[in-house]
């Protein structure tokens, strides 16, 4: 006999599924309204986390209020707000709240996003926002898109699309993958999980504005060929996660056209700033590429996870990715999304941008990601001001470094003191500031495209970081 609760069909009762979605929403609300007040990180309870571990998964129901306060004030308190105004560090994911609603839809509807048979609206609205954000770019008609889980995934989707329409089903064990030690980590990853070899990966140095350099790439290509290699592959970087540095794509784009090699353009930070005018001026040849990565979760206010995959010719994506099986058989000679990416079930990851969309309008999109350029050209110039300290490079796409120096000499000193102060920084919960590595030296870094953000909150943390780092030189021997 089943259970009076229906809990043998895993359902609730009307009352107490309407208490806990009540409770749900309730600490929605209440994080999205006290995102301004809150710290934004604490550290987080290694003991009470520890005994969550230990006590795993139950095999009888737990009190819902018993399970309420753990999600309170144990998981969820141990998170840093990525959301928050003041978190500055790395790439924040600001979403928005019906960008928020939209994933709890999709979540209750749980459509099957891969083929047109389960789920033709998914499929229609993904390709909605997929063929906008390609015309946004400027990318031509016939431009294919896909929506995955991260940009690494993207960048890895890209390759493998790279890598078939090269060599089809031939040899690629000569072929050769181009980008600077400022590329994103993920294209070594996905360059590993693809099987490539070391000496098929070239990592050029970056010049002195952190970009690839076009003389020391072609040069490379050049002497691969010479000894027998396929240089097939080119990523460049539209926004690099260190300084938001623009590779040049039309020169890149000359090049590989030259040498019939694929430009593939890392945009997962930078790309979607193509929409505003100043961020556009900024991505100048982002429409030669052949693909273009771009993270909606970044730039466009997306929750977790939402990249984009855009490709030149949407042919070359089926090409890579089509396969068959007598169980999909039914479905076959539509157009089904499974066919164009790694994916073959996929959740419904266009809704929330979709509806996002509809609700604000493209133009609110524009103009906060112009706020965020500004927001960097703000600190930017505030920092040349400071006594003390140094700005190391300038705003770039929302992107900016900087560093203490005081009265110090030596770049060692100068790095232990700057990873002082974001230790401080990091302790006082007001902002999110961390360091990162430029040529060897340990600098503070601003990732400036939160929305919410205000100059307000950009001033009150440099100056609070100015005020660490006087305290930090005082506190040391003379």
Not at 386 to 408: D, E, H, K, N
Request: net charge negative; hydrophobic share 40%; glycine share 8%.
């Amino acid at each position: 006999m089943s259970g009076e609760n229906g809990s043998d069909a895993l359902e609730l009762g009307e009352q107490e599924l309407a208490r806990i979605t009540s409770d749900i929403l309730s600490l929605c609300d209440q994080h999205r309204s006290s995102l301004r007040t809150v710290p934004v990180w604490t550290k987080p309870d290694g003991s009470a986390l520890d005994l969550l571990l230990q006590l795993g998964i139950p095999e009888t129901p737990v009190a819902w209020e018993q399970t309420r306060e753990t999600l309170q004030r144990i998981i969820l308190a141990s998170e840093a707000h990525l959301a928050h105004p003041r978190f500055l560090a790395f790439v924040p994911s600001p979403n928005n709240a019906v960008s928020s609603l939209a994933e709890l839809l999709a979540s209750v509807y749980n459509p099957f996003a891969g083929s047109w048979l389960e789920g033709s609206g998914a499929q229609t609205v993904e390709r909605v926002v997929t063929e906008w954000l390609a015309s946004e770019l400027g990318l031509p008609a016939g431009t294919g898109g896909i929506l995955l889980s991260g940009g690494s995934i993207s960048n890895l989707t890209a390759l493998v699309t790279a890598r078939q329409a090269q060599f089809g089903t031939g040899d690629w064990r000569r072929g050769t993958v181009y980008f600077s030690d400022q590329a994103h980590s993920s294209i070594v990853r996905a360059m590993r999980i693809l099987g490539f070899c070391a000496d098929q990966i070239r990592v050029i140095s970056a010049d002195g504005d952190f970009r690839l350099p076009v003389a020391a790439l072609h040069s490379a290509m050049k002497a691969d060929k010479a000894l027998g290699g396929v240089p097939f592959c080119v990523v460049a970087t539209a926004g690099t996660t260190n300084t938001g540095a623009v590779d040049s794509l039309p020169d890149l784009s000359r090049i590989c056209q030259e040498e019939r090699v694929w430009l593939h353009v890392d945009g997962a930070y930078g790309g979607a700033a193509a929409l505003c005018p100043e961020g556009r001026a900024g991505l100048p040849g982002l429409s030669l590429a052949d693909s273009v990565t771009l993270d909606p979760h970044k730039w466009l206010f997306q929750p977790y996870a939402c990249s984009c995959l855009l490709v030149r010719d949407a042919n070359q994506l089926r090409r890579a990715f089509q396969t068959g099986a007598e169980y999909l058989e039914e479905a076959e000679g539509d157009w089904n999304l499974w066919d164009y990416g790694p994916e073959l079930t996929r959740p419904f990851r266009g809704l929330k941008l979709w509806l996002s969309l509809q609700v604000f309008g493209a133009d609110a999109f524009r103009r906060a990601i112009s706020k965020g350029i500004r927001l960097a050209q703000l600190a930017e110039s505030l920092v040349r001001e400071m006594r003390g300290w140094q700005l190391m490079t300038p705003a770039s796409l929302g992107i900016m470094t900087f560093r203490f120096v005081g009265r110090v000499q030596g770049d060692a000193a100068l790095n232990k003191i700057n990873e002082a102060i974001a230790e401080r920084c990091l302790a006082d919960g007001f902002a999110f500031v961390v360091t990162t590595k430029l040529a060897g030296r340990t600098v503070l870094r601003f990732c400036t495209i939160n929305p919410r953000t205000t100059e307000a909150d950009i001033e009150e943390t440099l100056s609070r970081l100015d005020r660490f780092g006087q305290e930090i030189i005082a506190r040391q021997p003379t």
